[in-house]
Each structure stands twice: as structure tokens, then as C-alpha cells.
């Protein structure tokens, strides 16, 4: 006699309901306990109700404050899935010692189980991403024959960082699947907005059209669009970036994965069957492959591995507060293309690919030294795909170094000459990325070295960062630059 307590990012038939049906929860206390961008709290609304109008009398749909509340007010205890918070983790725990929770499941959301993380880590001195991709690859048995990779190699990294194509506006690839709204999707507009006059919910960015797939229906539909005509071209050009394609090829399933509509290897299984039916090249299929059940898998893990406390490292002591134009998304404020166009892009949908992410955005606050948990904090509540397991080793580890390396060799930081070859953003820029001293000096390329100066000290052990670090000593103009950026305070650019 058990009722399965499905959260809100448990949605696909993967995680099976109990022999009594199905308890789904809408908090209203969740829903305002952050600031969240508006579209994400649609996306996740829209989720939970279309779910809860596939699984019909299955399912027991209530709308309370609190989790709590549900509990008490559902009167019988319920099994859930482990959920995907330290913070809910740890609400399911205390329930379970209440008998309120009947038990705890190992959640089908990912592919690897906790437990066996915790043996693979074992003694090893580091994770290595690309270890624990290897093992994954072997384990599931994807693009391997025998023990050898498929091709010759584990990574066709190097064949996947094509700039985009010259004098191009768009890729010009097949659109990627775009979702029609409902009527489910009219009342979550509808109700988002009456909270909002009414009850005081704050959100931030834009309302939208609703872009992302929230039913399992729609996630096998952009998945199939994704593999037969995008996932080819995905590959030499997922880190491009260009001001009139905002989705390049990428696939755009991030949302549907984390609100698991989608189970990892499935969709992993899907883009190899690509590969055999001839729909995309080894490069392409590896490069999503490796996104989805290593890198992914690996952010998941490292997070209940790490535990809470890692989020809040701060290796590179970055202090500064998160200025409100970049809090509140004001792309119009800034003039420095790159970042405007990319801002614009979270105000208004949520979501940028993770180039834009890491090379704009995280290079941008790692160069000013925000403070990674805030930062983490900006992620997680500004992308429509941001959630507590998934932001604080992409932000804290990979994208801000500040977890003293545990992750990444060497901190993502550059200059404007990156942005300049990946993207077609300098043409249109009032900014020079060759100019780091001036009026029409490259606040990136500025910033590259100002971050390369102020943290000298804390980044000369790593072998990595000698050769850059060398390099500041030959700018005749280094005092000149530094000053300049700390006059420019936390204006935007
Ligand atoms: Fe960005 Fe600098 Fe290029 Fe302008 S010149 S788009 S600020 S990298």
C-alpha cells in the first residue's frame, strides 16, 4: 500500500509510480523561496501539470505551502526517489525517521548509483572527468569495442572547437524542435501573473514562449529532431557562438533531462544509433555522448561527494558582490557586445549554451571576482536548466577555480581574442579585443590580465598558468591596465 511522492524533476515513466499511485506537490513556498527567472518557474509548473494530466485519477495532485503540509495533509506514508538537494535530502530524511517517508529509493534519474560513485572515487587522489567518462563509456558499453574506444580515441574534443562558419549570420541548420503551448501552459501563465500582482512571488527576466520540451512526448520529439538533423552539425561547432543563433545546434534538452522526461542513457543510446544510421559523424556523437553521460553524471556525483561545503570554497578569495545591472539581467546597460547579447539572451530565455556560460559570463565574473557561491547562486536561479546538484561544480569548480583545482587544471579565464574567434560578436562591438588600454580597450582582454595580476600569487604553482603569468611581466602598460579596471568598479562594460 505505498503512494510515490514524484518531485517536480522526476516527470518521465522511468520513475515509476507506486502501487497506490502517484503523489505530485506543488509548493507555493518552493516556488518563491528564490528569485527564479520566470520562465523556469513555468517550465517547472507546466511539467508538474502536464504530468499530472497524463497520470489522470493515478495520480493525488496537491497545491500547498509547504512540502510539510502535503505530507500531513496526504495522512499515509509515501516512498519517494532520492531527490536531487542537500536541503530535500535532507527534509525526506528527517520524514523517513518520522515515518512519514516509507522509504528512499535509489533515483533512475542518472545512470550510475551513488554507491558505486563512492567505490569508483575510492582512493583516488583526484576525479577526473575524463576518467569517470571512460568508466561510464565501458560500463554502458557506449562507442567501445572491447576495452578500445570506438575510432581510436575516448575524445574528439579537438575536432569539436570549430569558430563559426566565416560571414555567416545563422549556421543554418534545421530549426530545433519548438514546443506548442496548451491550455495547461495558459493557466501557468495565468496563475504566474496573479501571484505576482497579488501574493508579492518575485521572479526575474522575461515571460516567453514556452521554448523547452515539458512532456515526455515533446522530449522524445526534440530528441529525435535533435539526433536526425541537428546532432551532425552539434559537434564542430558547439562552442561557436553567433548574435543571430542563439541555439546554434545544440539540442536543447537540458530542461527535459532535468525535469527527467528523459533518462541519460537513452538519450546517450539514441545519438550512437545516429551514428550507425549514418545521421552524424563519430565527432558529433562522442561530443554530445560525453556531455550527456560523462559530464553531467560527473556534476551530479561531485556534488553529493563533495557535500554542501563545497559550493562555499573560494580558493581565489573572489570577493565582490554580484552588481544589480548583472543581478537583474540589464543587458541594455552594457555595451560590450559579447556580454549584452549574452545577458539578453538569460533575460529573455533562460538559457545560452554553455560556451556563452562559461566564456562569457563565468570569464566575465571569474576576471571582476564575484563571489562563487553568490555566482552560483545567479546560475542556478537565472537558467531555465539550473538546479541545486547541477550549478555548483560547473560555477565553483570548472568555471570560477575556485575548489583549488579539484576539477579543472587550469581556471577559463581569457581574453577577447577567444570571444573574437568563437563568435561573431567584435565586428559589432564599441570595444577592440585587441586593445586592453583606452577608451576602445576589450574589458575581457583588460580583465585577463587585471585577473591574471591579482591572483599571480595564488595561480604560480600551477604549471599550467606559468606560461600567461610569464607573459604580464612583458606588458609595458600593466600598471596602467590595472588601475583602469579598478576604476571601472562594477559599472557594466
Ligand atoms: Fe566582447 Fe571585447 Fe569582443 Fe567587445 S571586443 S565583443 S567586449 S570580446
Known amino acids: 500500500m505505498t503512494r510515490r511522492w514524484l518531485f517536480a524533476d522526476q516527470l518521465g515513466p522511468h ?35 502536464h504530468r499530472a494530466a497524463e497520470l489522470g485519477d493515478s495520480a493525488v495532485v496537491l497545491r500547498t505551502d509547504t512540502y510539510g503540509e502535503a505530507l500531513a495533509e496526504i495522512g499515509e506514508p509515501v516512498r519517494v526517489y532520492e531527490p536531487t538537494s542537500h536541503a530535500a535530502d535532507d527534509f525526506v530524511r ?61 575524445s574528439f574534443d579537438e575536432d569539436n572547437r570549430e569558430p563559426p562558419p566565416k560571414g555567416a549570420d ?8 519548438r514546443p506548442r503551448e496548451s491550455d495547461i501552459d495558459a493557466e501557468v501563465r495565468d496563475d504566474l501573473d496573479r501571484w505576482t500582482r497579488e501574493d508579492g512571488l518575485e521572479t526575474v527576466g522575461e515571460d516567453g514562449p514556452r521554448l523547452f520540451a515539458v512532456t515526455r512526448r515533446e522530449a522524445l520529439a526534440a530528441l529525435e529532431r535533435f539526433v536526425t538533423h541537428r546532432l551532425g552539425p552539434f559537434g564542430p561547432h558547439e562552442d561557436a557562438m553567433l548574435r543571430g543563433d542563439w541555439a546554434m545546434a545544440h539540442s536543447l534538452l537540458s530542461v527535459p533531462l532535468n525535469l527527467g522526461l528523459l533518462s ?73 557586445a559579447c556580454l ?7 533575460r529573455d530565455r533562460g538559457w545560452v549554451h554553455h560556451i556563452p556560460r562559461l566564456m562569457v559570463l563565468g570569464n566575465w565574473a571569474a576576471q571582476r571576482g564575484y563571489d562563487p557561491d553568490a555566482l552560483t547562486e545567479w546560475f542556478q536561479t537565472r537558467f531555465v536548466d539550473g538546479y541545486d546538484w547541477v550549478m555548483p561544480a560547473n560555477v565553483v569548480g570548472m568555471s570560477q577555480h575556485a575548489d583549488g583545482g579539484a576539477m579543472a587544471t587550469k581556471p577559463y579565464v581569457s581574453g577577447g581574442a577567444y570571444i573574437d574567434r568563437m563568435s561573431d560578436y567584435c565586428g559589432g562591438c564599441r570595444y577592440n579585443p585587441r586593445k586592453r588600454v583606452g577608451d576602445d580597450a576589450c574589458p575581457f582582454t583588460a580583465g585577463y590580465w587585471a585577473y591574471l595580476d591579482r591572483n599571480a600569487d595564488r595561480l604560480e604553482g600551477n604549471h599550467r598558468m606559468a606560461r600567461p603569468l610569464q607573459g604580464r611581466h612583458r606588458l609595458i602598460d600593466l600598471e596602467a591596465l590595472v588601475e583602469q579596471e579598478r576604476a571601472r568598479g562594477d559599472s557594466p562594460p
Open 264 to 336: 541519460p542513457v537513452e538519450v546517450a543510446e539514441r545519438a550512437v544509433q545516429a551514428l550507425h544510421d549514418g545521421d552524424a559523424p563519430l565527432a558529433s556523437v562522442e561530443g554530445f555522448v560525453r556531455q550527456v553521460i560523462g559530464w553531467r553524471e560527473y556534476v551530479w556525483h561531485v556534488y553529493w561527494h563533495a557535500g554542501p561545503a563545497y559550493r562555499r570554497r573560494n580558493g581565489l578569495g573572489a570577493r565582490t558582490a554580484l552588481p544589480a545591472w548583472w543581478g537583474e539581467l540589464e543587458a541594455e546597460r552594457v555595451d560590450a
Open 170 to 177: 545563422t549556421l543554418g541548420v534545421p530549426a530545433a524542435y
Open 15 to 49: 520513475f515509476a509510480p507506486g502501487r497506490d499511485g502517484v503523489l505530485l506537490v506543488e509548493s507555493r513556498a518552493a516556488l518563491g523561496r528564490r528569485r527564479y527567472h520566470r520562465q523556469k518557474l513555468h517550465l517547472v509548473l507546466s511539467a508538474l501539470r
Open 94 to 154: 528527517r520524514r523517513l525517521a518520522s515515518g512519514e517517508v516509507e522509504g528512499i529509493d535509489p533515483t533512475p534519474g542518472f545512470s550510475l548509483p551513488r554507491e558505486d560513485f563512492a567505490q569508483w572515487a575510492g582512493g583516488r587522489r583526484r576525479l577526473r572527468m575524463d576518467d569517470f567518462y571512460r568508466f561510464q563509456r565501458q560500463r554502458l558499453d557506449l562507442l567501445v569495442e572491447g576495452d578500445r574506444p570506438v575510432g581510436g580515441r575516448w
Open 340 to 346: 549584452s547579447d549574452v545577458l539578453e539572451g538569460v
